[in-house]
Protein backbone atom coordinates (compact mmCIF):
# COMPACT_ATOMS: atom_id res chain seq x y z
CA UNK A 1 0.00 0.00 0.00
CA UNK A 2 1.43 3.27 -1.11
CA UNK A 3 -1.30 5.53 0.23
CA UNK A 4 0.07 9.31 0.54
CA UNK A 5 -0.64 11.09 3.68
CA UNK A 6 -1.75 15.33 3.51
CA UNK A 7 -0.31 17.85 6.01
CA UNK A 8 -2.24 20.72 5.40
CA UNK A 9 -0.97 24.43 5.94
CA UNK A 10 -3.74 26.06 5.94
CA UNK A 11 -3.64 27.49 9.69
CA UNK A 12 0.12 28.37 8.88
CA UNK A 13 1.91 28.44 6.55
CA UNK A 14 -0.40 29.01 3.38
CA UNK A 15 -1.48 32.44 5.17
CA UNK A 16 2.18 33.07 6.29
CA UNK A 17 3.35 32.49 2.78
CA UNK A 18 0.99 34.85 0.94
CA UNK A 19 -0.48 37.06 3.59
CA UNK A 20 1.51 38.27 6.28
CA UNK A 21 0.43 36.00 8.59
CA UNK A 22 -2.89 37.46 9.08
CA UNK A 23 -5.73 35.17 9.51
CA UNK A 24 -7.05 35.64 12.56
CA UNK A 25 -8.47 32.58 14.97
CA UNK A 26 -11.92 34.04 14.48
CA UNK A 27 -11.22 33.21 10.87
CA UNK A 28 -10.20 29.79 11.70
CA UNK A 29 -12.25 28.35 13.92
CA UNK A 30 -15.77 28.29 12.20
CA UNK A 31 -13.71 25.40 9.96
CA UNK A 32 -12.00 23.35 12.16
CA UNK A 33 -14.78 20.77 13.37
CA UNK A 34 -14.63 19.77 9.50
CA UNK A 35 -11.37 20.23 9.49
CA UNK A 36 -10.84 17.43 12.36
CA UNK A 37 -12.81 14.91 10.35
CA UNK A 38 -10.93 15.08 7.05
CA UNK A 39 -8.25 12.72 8.11
CA UNK A 40 -4.65 14.56 7.30
CA UNK A 41 -1.67 13.24 8.82
CA UNK A 42 -0.95 16.58 10.68
CA UNK A 43 -2.68 20.15 10.59
CA UNK A 44 -0.03 22.81 10.70
CA UNK A 45 -1.24 25.77 12.70
CA UNK A 46 1.36 27.57 15.23
CA UNK A 47 4.96 28.12 15.15
CA UNK A 48 6.99 30.52 12.13
CA UNK A 49 5.76 33.55 12.10
CA UNK A 50 2.41 33.25 13.94
CA UNK A 51 3.67 33.78 17.07
CA UNK A 52 4.93 36.87 16.22
CA UNK A 53 2.31 38.30 14.60
CA UNK A 54 -0.26 37.21 16.57
CA UNK A 55 1.31 39.65 19.32
CA UNK A 56 2.57 41.83 17.18
CA UNK A 57 -0.59 42.46 14.38
CA UNK A 58 -3.57 40.94 16.25
CA UNK A 59 -3.53 41.37 19.56
CA UNK A 60 -3.97 37.88 20.20
CA UNK A 61 -2.24 35.00 22.76
CA UNK A 62 -0.45 32.85 20.71
CA UNK A 63 -0.80 30.31 23.17
CA UNK A 64 -4.54 30.89 23.50
CA UNK A 65 -4.63 30.15 19.43
CA UNK A 66 -2.92 26.75 20.54
CA UNK A 67 -5.24 26.05 23.25
CA UNK A 68 -8.35 26.90 21.56
CA UNK A 69 -7.52 24.85 18.35
CA UNK A 70 -6.39 21.98 19.94
CA UNK A 71 -10.51 22.25 21.71
CA UNK A 72 -10.97 22.54 18.17
CA UNK A 73 -9.66 19.76 16.65
CA UNK A 74 -8.80 17.23 19.48
CA UNK A 75 -8.43 13.90 16.76
CA UNK A 76 -6.09 15.74 14.21
CA UNK A 77 -2.45 15.86 15.25
CA UNK A 78 -1.39 19.35 15.29
CA UNK A 79 2.26 20.60 13.96
CA UNK A 80 4.30 23.58 14.65
CA UNK A 81 7.48 24.84 12.96
CA UNK A 82 10.56 25.59 14.94
CA UNK A 83 13.91 26.91 14.08
CA UNK A 84 15.77 24.90 16.41
CA UNK A 85 17.87 26.52 19.08
CA UNK A 86 16.05 29.92 18.04
CA UNK A 87 12.91 28.81 18.55
CA UNK A 88 10.46 31.02 17.16
CA UNK A 89 12.87 34.20 18.43
CA UNK A 90 15.64 35.61 15.98
CA UNK A 91 18.61 34.14 18.29
CA UNK A 92 20.02 31.53 20.07
CA UNK A 93 18.47 31.11 23.56
CA UNK A 94 20.12 29.16 26.37
CA UNK A 95 19.06 25.19 26.52
CA UNK A 96 16.53 25.66 29.26
CA UNK A 97 14.54 27.88 27.48
CA UNK A 98 14.49 25.53 25.07
CA UNK A 99 13.33 22.55 26.52
CA UNK A 100 10.45 24.82 28.55
CA UNK A 101 9.10 26.47 25.60
CA UNK A 102 9.32 22.82 23.90
CA UNK A 103 7.33 21.62 27.12
CA UNK A 104 4.53 24.45 27.28
CA UNK A 105 4.35 23.93 23.37
CA UNK A 106 3.16 19.95 23.84
CA UNK A 107 1.06 20.53 27.12
CA UNK A 108 -0.54 23.28 25.26
CA UNK A 109 -1.37 20.94 22.45
CA UNK A 110 1.23 20.82 19.97
CA UNK A 111 1.95 17.18 18.53
CA UNK A 112 4.27 17.32 15.97
CA UNK A 113 7.53 19.27 16.09
CA UNK A 114 9.25 20.08 12.52
CA UNK A 115 12.85 21.06 14.04
CA UNK A 116 15.05 22.85 11.71
CA UNK A 117 18.03 24.48 11.40
CA UNK A 118 18.76 27.87 8.84
CA UNK A 119 22.68 26.11 8.84
CA UNK A 120 21.96 22.12 8.58
CA UNK A 121 24.21 22.13 11.55
CA UNK A 122 22.97 19.37 13.68
CA UNK A 123 24.13 21.04 16.71
CA UNK A 124 21.52 23.18 17.32
CA UNK A 125 18.79 20.99 17.17
CA UNK A 126 20.14 18.79 19.60
CA UNK A 127 18.32 20.07 22.55
CA UNK A 128 14.70 20.86 20.73
CA UNK A 129 15.00 17.25 19.54
CA UNK A 130 15.85 15.73 23.06
CA UNK A 131 13.14 18.11 24.92
CA UNK A 132 10.62 17.03 22.06
CA UNK A 133 11.29 13.44 23.20
CA UNK A 134 11.03 14.11 27.02
CA UNK A 135 7.90 15.59 26.74
CA UNK A 136 6.21 13.06 24.70
CA UNK A 137 5.75 14.81 21.03
CA UNK A 138 6.84 13.53 17.42
CA UNK A 139 9.84 14.94 16.20
CA UNK A 140 9.85 15.75 12.36
CA UNK A 141 13.75 16.92 11.91
CA UNK A 142 14.18 19.25 8.60
CA UNK A 143 16.56 19.47 5.92
CA UNK A 144 16.58 22.89 4.68
CA UNK A 145 17.08 22.21 1.12
CA UNK A 146 18.77 24.13 -1.05
CA UNK A 147 21.32 24.45 -4.15
CA UNK A 148 24.73 25.22 -4.05
CA UNK A 149 28.53 24.08 -4.36
CA UNK A 150 28.48 22.47 -1.16
CA UNK A 151 25.23 20.93 -0.91
CA UNK A 152 24.33 18.10 -2.94
CA UNK A 153 22.23 14.55 -2.56
CA UNK A 154 25.08 13.07 -1.07
CA UNK A 155 25.15 15.85 1.78
CA UNK A 156 21.35 15.33 2.49
CA UNK A 157 21.38 12.17 2.47
CA UNK A 158 23.90 12.25 5.27
CA UNK A 159 22.39 14.44 7.24
CA UNK A 160 19.24 12.55 7.25
CA UNK A 161 21.26 9.82 8.37
CA UNK A 162 22.37 11.66 11.20
CA UNK A 163 19.27 13.18 12.17
CA UNK A 164 17.60 9.60 12.73
CA UNK A 165 20.56 8.51 14.70
CA UNK A 166 19.73 11.57 16.93
CA UNK A 167 16.02 10.29 17.36
CA UNK A 168 13.95 11.75 14.41
CA UNK A 169 10.52 10.33 13.82
CA UNK A 170 10.09 11.41 10.43
CA UNK A 171 12.72 13.18 8.61
CA UNK A 172 11.93 16.15 5.79
CA UNK A 173 12.49 18.05 2.72
CA UNK A 174 11.75 21.73 3.86
CA UNK A 175 12.01 23.41 0.28
CA UNK A 176 11.57 26.73 1.28
CA UNK A 177 12.13 28.47 -1.81
CA UNK A 178 10.97 25.87 -4.43
CA UNK A 179 14.12 25.19 -5.44
CA UNK A 180 13.72 21.14 -5.78
CA UNK A 181 13.16 20.22 -9.15
CA UNK A 182 11.09 17.77 -10.26
CA UNK A 183 13.70 14.73 -10.95
CA UNK A 184 15.92 15.95 -8.71
CA UNK A 185 13.36 15.58 -6.08
CA UNK A 186 12.91 11.49 -7.12
CA UNK A 187 16.03 11.25 -6.99
CA UNK A 188 16.42 12.67 -3.42
CA UNK A 189 13.85 10.58 -1.81
CA UNK A 190 14.85 7.18 -3.86
CA UNK A 191 18.03 8.02 -2.39
CA UNK A 192 16.50 8.90 1.64
CA UNK A 193 14.28 5.61 1.62
CA UNK A 194 17.14 3.37 0.89
CA UNK A 195 18.86 4.39 3.41
CA UNK A 196 16.94 6.03 6.14
CA UNK A 197 14.33 3.55 7.98
CA UNK A 198 11.50 6.63 9.54
CA UNK A 199 9.01 8.95 6.81
CA UNK A 200 10.13 11.01 4.90
CA UNK A 201 7.95 14.33 4.54
CA UNK A 202 8.33 16.92 1.77
CA UNK A 203 7.58 20.34 2.11
CA UNK A 204 7.58 22.78 -1.13
CA UNK A 205 6.45 25.83 -2.25
CA UNK A 206 4.95 26.66 -6.06
CA UNK A 207 6.95 30.02 -6.33
CA UNK A 208 8.88 28.70 -9.66
CA UNK A 209 5.43 27.01 -10.74
CA UNK A 210 7.51 23.06 -10.15
CA UNK A 211 5.67 22.29 -7.20
CA UNK A 212 2.69 20.01 -8.01
CA UNK A 213 5.26 18.05 -10.54
CA UNK A 214 7.91 17.83 -7.48
CA UNK A 215 5.23 16.50 -5.66
CA UNK A 216 4.44 13.76 -8.28
CA UNK A 217 7.77 12.82 -9.03
CA UNK A 218 8.44 12.32 -5.18
CA UNK A 219 5.48 10.54 -4.52
CA UNK A 220 6.49 8.03 -7.51
CA UNK A 221 9.93 7.79 -5.78
CA UNK A 222 8.08 6.79 -2.12
CA UNK A 223 7.81 9.90 -0.17
CA UNK A 224 5.01 9.10 2.44
CA UNK A 225 4.10 12.73 3.50
CA UNK A 226 3.08 15.90 1.72
CA UNK A 227 2.49 19.48 2.43
CA UNK A 228 -0.37 21.43 0.29
CA UNK A 229 -2.55 23.77 1.11
CA UNK A 230 -6.62 24.72 0.53
CA UNK A 231 -7.41 26.52 -2.77
CA UNK A 232 -8.17 29.44 -1.34
CA UNK A 233 -4.51 30.40 0.02
CA UNK A 234 -2.39 27.80 -2.20
CA UNK A 235 -0.13 27.97 -5.59
CA UNK A 236 2.43 31.11 -5.37
CA UNK A 237 4.30 31.20 -2.51
CA UNK A 238 2.46 29.14 -1.04
CA UNK A 239 1.83 25.08 -1.11
CA UNK A 240 -0.02 23.09 -4.12
CA UNK A 241 -3.50 22.72 -3.63
CA UNK A 242 -4.69 19.97 -1.38
CA UNK A 243 -7.60 19.79 -3.49
CA UNK A 244 -5.51 19.25 -6.87
CA UNK A 245 -2.89 16.70 -5.25
CA UNK A 246 -6.07 14.76 -3.84
CA UNK A 247 -7.58 14.71 -7.19
CA UNK A 248 -4.59 13.84 -9.30
CA UNK A 249 -4.09 10.86 -6.64
CA UNK A 250 -7.79 9.62 -6.60
CA UNK A 251 -7.84 5.97 -7.74
CA UNK A 252 -4.41 5.08 -7.77
CA UNK A 253 -2.29 3.33 -5.86
CA UNK A 254 -1.22 6.95 -4.30
CA UNK A 255 -4.62 7.88 -2.93
CA UNK A 256 -4.84 10.04 -0.18
CA UNK A 257 -8.21 8.76 1.05
CA UNK A 258 -9.52 12.45 1.48
CA UNK A 259 -12.85 13.31 0.57
CA UNK A 260 -12.90 16.50 -2.53
CA UNK A 261 -16.50 17.14 -1.72
CA UNK A 262 -15.34 17.83 2.18
CA UNK A 263 -12.50 19.51 0.85
CA UNK A 264 -14.47 21.42 -0.86
CA UNK A 265 -16.63 23.10 1.89
CA UNK A 266 -13.95 23.60 3.72
CA UNK A 267 -12.54 25.51 0.93
CA UNK A 268 -15.69 27.20 0.41
CA UNK A 269 -15.14 29.13 4.09
CA UNK A 270 -11.31 30.15 3.34
CA UNK A 271 -12.23 31.89 0.24
CA UNK A 272 -14.04 33.69 2.04
CA UNK A 273 -11.28 34.55 4.45
CA UNK A 274 -8.82 35.19 1.63
CA UNK A 275 -11.39 38.17 0.07
CA UNK A 276 -11.33 39.81 3.06
CA UNK A 277 -7.35 39.51 3.70
CA UNK A 278 -7.31 41.04 0.58
CA UNK A 279 -9.53 43.58 0.98
CA UNK A 280 -7.72 44.34 3.98
CA UNK A 281 -4.10 44.59 2.12
CA UNK A 282 -2.83 41.79 3.90
CA UNK A 283 -2.63 39.55 0.32
CA UNK A 284 -0.12 41.37 -2.22
CA UNK A 285 -1.29 39.83 -5.75
CA UNK A 286 2.43 39.45 -6.55
CA UNK A 287 2.82 36.41 -4.03
CA UNK A 288 0.31 34.81 -6.76
CA UNK A 289 2.90 34.80 -9.46
CA UNK A 290 4.90 32.36 -10.69
CA UNK A 291 8.65 33.68 -10.76
CA UNK A 292 11.10 31.31 -12.64
CA UNK A 293 13.72 33.93 -11.47
CA UNK A 294 13.47 32.36 -7.69
CA UNK A 295 15.82 29.56 -9.64
CA UNK A 296 18.18 32.15 -10.27
CA UNK A 297 18.08 33.94 -7.03
CA UNK A 298 17.05 31.31 -4.76
CA UNK A 299 14.64 33.50 -2.58
CA UNK A 300 12.03 32.53 -0.80
CA UNK A 301 8.79 33.93 -1.06
CA UNK A 302 8.50 35.45 2.71
CA UNK A 303 11.96 36.89 1.83
CA UNK A 304 10.68 38.35 -1.25
CA UNK A 305 7.87 40.09 0.38
CA UNK A 306 10.15 41.35 2.91
CA UNK A 307 12.67 42.40 0.41
CA UNK A 308 9.73 44.48 -1.39
CA UNK A 309 9.01 45.98 2.04
CA UNK A 310 12.25 47.34 2.46
CA UNK A 311 12.91 48.86 -0.65
CA UNK A 312 9.30 50.50 -0.47
CA UNK A 313 10.66 51.89 3.23
CA UNK A 314 13.69 53.10 1.56
CA UNK A 315 11.30 54.50 -1.70
CA UNK A 316 13.92 52.27 -3.90
CA UNK A 317 11.36 49.60 -4.86
CA UNK A 318 12.55 49.82 -8.93
CA UNK A 319 16.17 48.69 -7.67
CA UNK A 320 14.15 45.24 -6.78
CA UNK A 321 15.86 42.86 -9.44
CA UNK A 322 19.38 44.61 -8.24
CA UNK A 323 18.88 43.50 -4.52
CA UNK A 324 17.78 39.93 -6.33
CA UNK A 325 20.88 39.42 -8.32
CA UNK A 326 22.88 40.69 -4.82
CA UNK A 327 21.85 38.10 -3.29
CA UNK A 328 23.88 35.11 -4.74
CA UNK A 329 26.99 37.19 -4.23
CA UNK A 330 26.21 37.85 -0.50
CA UNK A 331 25.43 34.01 0.27
CA UNK A 332 28.85 32.77 -1.53
CA UNK A 333 30.73 35.45 0.61
CA UNK A 334 29.18 34.25 3.34
CA UNK A 335 29.56 30.60 3.15
CA UNK A 336 26.52 29.28 1.24
CA UNK A 337 23.49 29.92 4.12
CA UNK A 338 20.49 28.29 3.40
CA UNK A 339 18.06 31.26 2.51
CA UNK A 340 15.60 30.60 5.77
CA UNK A 341 14.53 32.46 8.67
CA UNK A 342 16.95 33.58 9.86
CA UNK A 343 19.63 33.74 7.21
CA UNK A 344 17.11 34.52 4.56
CA UNK A 345 16.61 37.94 6.44
CA UNK A 346 20.04 38.37 6.83
CA UNK A 347 21.59 37.71 3.67
CA UNK A 348 18.58 39.76 2.12
CA UNK A 349 18.88 42.73 4.63
CA UNK A 350 22.55 42.91 3.47
CA UNK A 351 21.94 42.62 -0.13
CA UNK A 352 19.77 45.66 0.10
CA UNK A 353 22.30 47.65 2.08
CA UNK A 354 24.93 46.71 -0.70
CA UNK A 355 23.12 48.17 -3.05
CA UNK A 356 21.92 51.30 -1.56
CA UNK A 357 25.26 52.07 0.10
CA UNK A 358 28.01 50.30 -1.53
CA UNK A 359 29.24 46.81 -1.02
CA UNK A 360 29.91 46.02 2.92
CA UNK A 361 30.15 49.89 3.43
CA UNK A 362 27.63 48.85 5.92
CA UNK A 363 27.10 46.04 7.77
CA UNK A 364 24.55 44.94 9.94
CA UNK A 365 24.89 43.69 13.52
CA UNK A 366 23.12 40.05 12.37
CA UNK A 367 26.02 39.91 9.43
CA UNK A 368 29.23 39.91 11.94
CA UNK A 369 26.90 37.59 14.05
CA UNK A 370 26.58 34.87 11.07
CA UNK A 371 30.39 35.54 9.83
CA UNK A 372 31.38 35.13 13.43
CA UNK A 373 29.95 32.23 13.90
CA UNK A 374 27.11 33.14 16.28
CA UNK A 375 24.38 30.97 14.57
CA UNK A 376 26.60 27.88 14.02
CA UNK A 377 28.65 26.56 11.22
CA UNK A 378 28.62 27.73 7.80
CA UNK A 379 28.10 25.34 4.92
CA UNK A 380 31.18 26.66 2.71
CA UNK A 381 34.02 28.66 2.96
CA UNK A 382 33.48 32.20 3.80
CA UNK A 383 34.73 34.93 2.40
CA UNK A 384 38.02 36.19 4.54
CA UNK A 385 37.96 39.43 3.12
CA UNK A 386 34.25 40.29 3.96
CA UNK A 387 34.60 38.63 7.14
CA UNK A 388 37.32 40.83 8.00
CA UNK A 389 35.55 44.22 7.24
CA UNK A 390 32.66 42.64 9.47
CA UNK A 391 34.20 41.02 12.37
CA UNK A 392 38.27 42.37 12.32
CA UNK A 393 40.24 40.02 14.49
CA UNK A 394 37.57 38.93 16.73
CA UNK A 395 37.69 35.42 17.32
CA UNK A 396 35.17 32.89 15.23
CA UNK A 397 33.17 30.48 17.54
CA UNK A 398 33.37 27.12 16.52
CA UNK A 399 32.06 26.06 19.26
CA UNK A 400 27.88 24.71 19.95
CA UNK A 401 27.12 28.03 20.01
CA UNK A 402 24.42 27.64 23.18
CA UNK A 403 26.91 26.01 25.12
CA UNK A 404 28.08 29.55 25.26
CA UNK A 405 24.91 31.08 26.71
CA UNK A 406 24.30 30.42 30.39
CA UNK A 407 20.73 28.85 31.74
CA UNK A 408 18.46 32.20 31.45
CA UNK A 409 14.89 31.47 32.29
CA UNK A 410 14.93 32.60 35.60
CA UNK A 411 16.63 36.03 34.41
CA UNK A 412 13.46 35.87 32.56
CA UNK A 413 11.13 35.18 34.74
CA UNK A 414 12.81 37.39 37.22
CA UNK A 415 12.72 40.76 34.41
CA UNK A 416 9.18 40.49 33.72
CA UNK A 417 7.84 39.55 37.17
CA UNK A 418 5.40 42.18 37.30
CA UNK A 419 3.73 42.08 33.66
CA UNK A 420 3.32 37.89 33.41
CA UNK A 421 0.98 35.54 34.76
CA UNK A 422 1.97 32.32 33.30
CA UNK A 423 5.04 30.71 32.11
CA UNK A 424 3.77 30.64 28.89
CA UNK A 425 3.70 34.61 29.43
CA UNK A 426 7.51 34.08 30.73
CA UNK A 427 8.39 32.44 27.26
CA UNK A 428 6.42 34.84 24.96
CA UNK A 429 8.76 37.53 26.46
CA UNK A 430 11.87 35.81 26.24
CA UNK A 431 11.05 34.99 22.45
CA UNK A 432 9.88 38.60 21.98
CA UNK A 433 10.96 41.38 24.50
CA UNK A 434 9.92 44.02 22.63
CA UNK A 435 6.51 43.09 21.63
CA UNK A 436 5.20 40.54 24.08
CA UNK A 437 5.06 43.07 27.34
CA UNK A 438 2.88 45.46 25.04
CA UNK A 439 0.77 42.96 24.21
CA UNK A 440 0.42 41.25 27.87
CA UNK A 441 -0.25 44.87 28.77
CA UNK A 442 -3.48 45.11 26.08
CA UNK A 443 -4.62 41.65 27.41
CA UNK A 444 -4.18 42.74 30.81
CA UNK A 445 -5.32 46.52 30.44
CA UNK A 446 -8.38 48.25 29.76
CA UNK A 447 -9.87 46.53 26.83
CA UNK A 448 -9.47 48.84 24.52
CA UNK A 449 -7.92 48.65 21.11
CA UNK A 450 -4.44 49.46 20.86
CA UNK A 451 -2.95 51.40 17.73
CA UNK A 452 -1.11 47.63 15.71
CA UNK A 453 2.23 48.21 15.15
CA UNK A 454 2.55 50.53 11.54
CA UNK A 455 4.18 48.51 8.97
CA UNK A 456 6.75 51.05 8.38
CA UNK A 457 8.25 50.55 11.27
CA UNK A 458 8.28 46.58 11.98
CA UNK A 459 11.86 46.20 10.01
CA UNK A 460 13.00 48.73 12.93
CA UNK A 461 11.66 45.97 15.59
CA UNK A 462 12.75 43.08 13.57
CA UNK A 463 16.16 44.43 13.95
CA UNK A 464 15.52 45.14 17.75
CA UNK A 465 14.88 41.80 18.29
CA UNK A 466 17.43 40.25 16.77
CA UNK A 467 19.90 42.18 18.45
CA UNK A 468 18.28 41.00 21.83
Known sequence: MSRVYITDTILRDAHQSQAATRMRLEDMLPACEALDKVGYWSLECWGGATFDSCMRFLNEDPWERLRALKRAMP??????????????GYKHYADDVVEAFIQKAIENGIDVIRIFDALNDVRNMETAIRATKKFGGRVEAALSYTISPVHNEEYFVELA???????ADTICIKDMANLLLPYAAESLVRALKARVHVPIHLHTHN???????????????????????????????????????????????????????????????FRGIATKLKEAGSLDPKVLNVDPNTLLYQVPGGMLSNLISQLKQAKAEHRLYEVLAEVPRVRADFGYPP????????????????????RYKMITKESKGLLRGEYGMLPGEVNEDVRRLAIGDAEVITCRPADLIEPELDKYRTEFADIVKSDEDVLSCAMFPQVAPKFLAFRDGPKEEPKA????????????????
Open 75 to 88: NTPLQMLLRGQNLL
Open 161 to 167: VKLEEMG
Open 453 to 468: TSESTVREIIVEDLGN
Open 339 to 358: LVTPTSQIVGSQAVLNVLMG
Open 207 to 269: TTGTGDMTYLKAIEAGVDIIDTALSPLANGTSQPSTEAIVATLEGTEYDTGLDLNELSKIAEH
